[in-house]
Nanobody
Framework: QVQLVESGGGAVQAGGSLRLSCRAS?????MGWFRQAPGKEREGVAS???????RYADAMEGRFTISRDNVKNVLYLQMNSLKPEDTAMYYC?????????????????WGQGKQVTVSS
């Protein structure tokens, strides 16, 4: 059974940092982070292939860093210089498709989500 369990997140003031972690039951080829703010559609944040290749949504590049530990099957998202507009539920996701990794969309497996709240 596929399991993706997130941890971390929470509340921080603007300009601060938070880290999310996601423990996976399987070492998937592609893992990623998505987020959904109230009243908005879910959007891709970043993805990482098993070989370490990464991709970021434009709004997050330079502030967020995605990484993974293939031995422990753990995915990370380091978020720096956080802004109030980064407030959202953040989801860990996984998939076996290189194409879905490239476009950061349509992943098949999902965690339960972790709330990130950034105050001004």
């Amino acid at each position: 059974q596929v399991q993706l369990v997130e941890s971390g997140g929470g509340a921080v003031q603007a300009g601060g940092s938070l880290r999310l972690s996601c423990r996976a039951s399987v070492n998937y080829y592609c893992m990623g982070w998505f987020r959904q703010a109230p009243g908005k559609e879910r959007e891709g944040v970043a993805s990482i292939e098993r070989n370490g290749n990464t991709r970021y949504a434009d709004a997050m590049e330079g502030r967020f860093t995605i990484s993974r530990d293939n031995v422990k099957n753990v995915l990370y998202l380091q978020m720096n210089s956080l802004k109030p507009e980064d407030t959202a539920m953040y989801y860990c996701a996984a998939d076996g498709s290189a194409e879905r990794c490239r476009i950061i969309a349509d992943f098949n497996y999902w965690g339960q989500g972790k709330q990130v709240t950034v105050s001004s």
